[in-house]
């Protein structure tokens, strides 16, 4: 299995311990997951952690170049401007081995010209994009944001064709579902999935969109409607990425236990299984099968 999202570093909470290398790995065999994906964060002023940065990242990949895969961060207001060139600093990422960019956090509308700009640097450089989604811009929240119906990603997903985006987080999700409402689109929406909703009208749509199941969101979008969930990962079994954004020591992982009995039971397939599990995220990352 490959984990399209993970995190180290020490968190706000100063009774959380510091989320090592080593704690990674060894939650990382305790699960099956046999390459894991690090997200560097701290990068921006929203995300409230001390910051493992893009070198942090790579840092650990070289240590352990056969269960990590190094990602960057930029926040897209560096430089002040929409036209900051990234370019050279991305080419540097890519030569030391980063195969993506994310988690993107920074609290500004999804199509700000700032993101536009960092969105279409990743897609000439070939980076795939994580973001977390947020359901306003506001003072208490973090990731970029987007309304209800997710006009501003859709606007992106056309006006950045080249880039790939990994949708991520609670107002992404919540999409899942055609009856969607400004009181739970940033939690975890429970009951029957009354659809399509707008995230599989966009997944079917645009080619440069794909789903990242971590956390408690994707878990959710997936289990609270157990006989939909099964048919959602059939039908769009090319377009999802497995994960658990472990980000804590001792943090519960129900979607591994879940997605591992849903094809032991033959509630998915092997192939569709395979696919979520690893394969599209070979593709979309550029490993070999032997790599993995």
Known sequence: MIDIHTHLGRWGNPKEPEMTEEGLLRRMDELG???????PLGMTPECFMLPFSTDDALGVYH?????????????????????????????????????????????????????????????????????????RVGYDLYGVADEMGLPRLEKTLRECPETIFIGHAMAFWAEIASKVDEATRGGYPEGPVAGPGRVLELL??????????????????ISRDLEFGYRFLEQFQDKLLFGTDICHVNQEVPIVPWFNQARDTGKISQVGYDKIARINAQRLLGLTEAAT
């Open 33 to 39: 997951i046999d390459k894991a994906v690090i997200l």
């Open 63 to 135: 240590r352990h170049p056969d269960r990590i895969i190094p990602f960057c961060n930029m926040d897209p207001r560096a430089g002040h401007s929409p036209e900051t060139d990234f370019s050279w600093i991305f080419d540097e990422w890519r030569e030391a081995g980063c195969k993506g960019l994310g988690e993107v956090t920074a609290n500004l509308p999804f199509d700000d010209p700032m993101c536009l700009n960092l969105y279409r640097h990743c897609g000439r450089v070939g980076f795939p994009l994580v973001f977390h989604l947020a359901v």
């Open 204 to 221: 079917e749509k645009y080619p440069n969109l794909y789903g990242d199941l971590s956390a408690g969101s994707g878990f959710n979008a």
